[in-house]
């Protein structure tokens, strides 16, 4: 950690993270926040990230994915002493690890921060193959389609026809 957990600089971002997330709680007693492919949910919401937020939520992605962390939930009884644990524990879990989603939970569990708790990342099971697939033969399709009518409306040039008005808006 490059300040210890009664920093004032770390205090302020702290408490303005603490206010946020019991703004967030107010609506249910729990929420998460869940890392899908490259996007960042609270429950089932995607956030809309605007370009000043982009790196830092780049940055968040990337590192809940190197400890292995598909999803954070927060529940309602979060203090910010809590918040400052879990944030020492997050940073100082070795990513390097053969499990850094293990050695966190247990630093978690020894650090006995209890209102927050973190989901393993899935890892994605979907195939996308037959999407490519599809995609590469209708683009296939496409070219050739364009290359026979610029073929067509060039030869109707070369012969002095008057080329059709549709074949030549395609």
């Known amino acids: 950690l490059i300040h210890d957990l009664k920093n004032v600089a770390l205090n302020s ?4 993270a603490i206010e946020f997330i019991h703004l967030l709680l107010k609506e249910d007693e729990s929420f998460s926040l869940k890392v899908v ?4 949910f609270i429950d089932e919401v995607k956030i809309k990230v605007d370009i000043e937020n982009f790196l830092a939520s780049m940055y968040l992605i990337e590192e809940m994915k190197k400890r292995g962390i598909g999803s954070v939930t927060f529940s309602a009884h979060l203090s910010a002493d809590e918040l400052k644990r879990f944030i020492y524990a997050f940073i100082s879990t070795d990513i390097k690890s053969h499990q850094p989603f293990e050695e966190l939970t247990n630093k978690l569990s020894s650090l006995a921060v209890t209102a927050i708790s973190i989901g393993q990342l899935k ?3 979907e195939n996308f193959d037959h999407v490519l697939e599809d995609t ?3 683009a296939k399709n496409i ?4 290359i026979a009518v610029a073929s067509e409306i060039m030869d109707s040039e070369k012969l002095k026809n ?9």
């Not at 070219?143 to 364009?146: A, I, Q, V």
């Not at 008057?162 to 395609?170: D, L, M, Q, V």
């Open 123 to 125: 890892e994605e099971a």
């Open 143 to 146: 070219y050739f389609k364009t």
């Open 13 to 16: 971002t702290v408490d303005k």
């Open 37 to 40: 492919q490259e996007h960042l």
């Open 162 to 170: 008057s080329t059709g008005i549709k074949k030549a808006k395609r």
């Open 136 to 138: 590469r033969e209708m």
